[in-house]
């Protein structure tokens, strides 16, 4: 196993906790054929605003480029955890301040990033889930049909239910594959994840993970992952030329 350091290149801020504030998001440049880190850091403004910085680490360049977000930043207040790659785009849920008939609103939506062009954009959740306080919402690549399509995981209460996008952009392509009740589940927003668009995995409060197939309601402990693991994703298998520039996919064999 190689590793690679990625350097330091500007300071931050830290939160009250002693955190920095932070946000990563990594994937593979189908253009460059690399794969990328890609980093905003968030500050607090003298008024009360927030400013945000983008920058992005290939790994066969080995430099920190950055990135103007000026055009998604105006309303943009949080964007949550990690990021999810999806064909070359890496997707955060974010809140973005909007005011209606006076009122001042807090939406829920998907920021993106394009590794190829280094442009940010925009994708809306459906109705149900952009206005949703203190609820977990969760983008997810969600394997379907032998590819992976844009999704997003929505938890309130006791209550899970799975969205995805079949045709990738189209707000109005927004469809729900399934919603059912999941108890004594930890309530963050990083312990639950998919294996397939019918299985998901979510965190027990004792610690422990299930899998739970929404199809025939059943479940399976996965006793022997530590009570301590509090995130779970996919991955892709591949060989990396570390420093080389180079990615070479490899096939899982049957």
């Known amino acids: 196993m190689e590793v690679v350091r990625v350097p330091a290149n500007r300071d931050v801020e830290l939160t009250p906790g002693g955190f920095p504030k932070l ?12 794969y990328m880190v890609v980093r905003i850091a968030y500050f607090n403004g003298c008024s009360g605003s927030t400013r945000f910085r983008a920058d992005m680490y290939g790994l066969g360049g080995g430099k920190w480029r950055g990135f103007d977000m000026s055009s998604v930043c105006q309303n943009l207040s949080t964007i949550r955890w990690r990021g999810v790659c999806l064909n070359g785009v890496i997707h955060w849920v974010c809140n973005v301040n909007v005011s209606f008939d006076d009122n001042d609103l807090v939406l829920r939506s998907i920021l993106t990033f394009e590794l190829g062009s280094g442009k940010f954009g925009e994708i809306e959740l459906p109705k149900e889930l952009s206005n949703v306080k203190n609820q977990t919402v969760r983008v997810m690549a969600v394997p379907r049909g032998g590819n992976e399509v844009l999704g997003v995981i929505h938890k309130f209460g006791d209550s899970l239910s799975l969205w995805v996008m079949d045709k990738y952009g189209i707000k109005e392509s927004w469809a729900k594959l399934f919603c059912g009740n999941i108890v004594n589940v930890v309530g963050n927003d990083i312990n639950v994840g998919l294996i397939s668009e019918e299985v998901v995995v979510v965190q027990m409060l004792s610690g422990y993970w299930f899998s739970h197939d929404v199809r025939t309601d059943e479940r ?10 509090n995130y779970v994703d996919t991955y892709v298998e591949s060989l990396i030329l570390l420093g080389q520039g180079s990615v070479w996919p490899r096939k899982k064999l049957s």
Do not use: C, E, Y
């Open 220 to 229: 399976k402990v996965f006793r022997r992952m530590l009570k301590s693991t």
């Open 23 to 34: 946000i990563f998001g990594f994937g593979l440049d189908p253009i460059s054929n690399d």
